[in-house]
C-alpha cells in the first residue's frame, strides 16, 4: 500500500475540530466575536452568555456543577493549577511533591 497523504502525527499539540464544534462556533467566530470578560457592551454580555452556556453544557456532560469547571489557556495552566490543588489539599500529609524529569519536557 502506498500512501501518498501526509500523516498527522502531533495531536498533543492540536488536533482537528469536530464539525459540529466548529458549526457551532462559526458564529462566535464572524459575527459575535466578543470578549466575555469585556461586560461594558452587548458585544461582550453575548460572548459571557456563550461561555457560561457551554459550561453549563460541560458539566451536564460530565455529570459536575458549572461552577467546578473551570477553562485554562492550555496546558501549562491546567497543570498547574492541577498540582496547586493536590499541594494544598495534601499540605498536611508533608512538603515535598515527587516527580520524575520525563513527566513533561
Known sequence: MNLHFPIYLDYS???PVDPRVAATMIPYLTEK?????????????VAEE??????????ALVNADPKEIVWT???TESNNLAL??????YQGKG???VTVMT???
Open 13 to 15: 499539540a492540536t488536533t
Open 33 to 45: 466575536f466578543g470578549n466575555p470578560a469585556s461586560r461594558s457592551h452587548a458585544y461582550g454580555w
Open 50 to 59: 456563550a461561555v457560561e452556556r457551554a459550561r453549563g453544557q460541560v458539566a
Open 73 to 75: 489557556s492550555g496546558a
Open 84 to 89: 496547586k490543588g493536590a499541594a494544598n489539599f
Open 95 to 97: 512538603k515535598h511533591v
Open 103 to 105: 513527566e513533561h519536557k
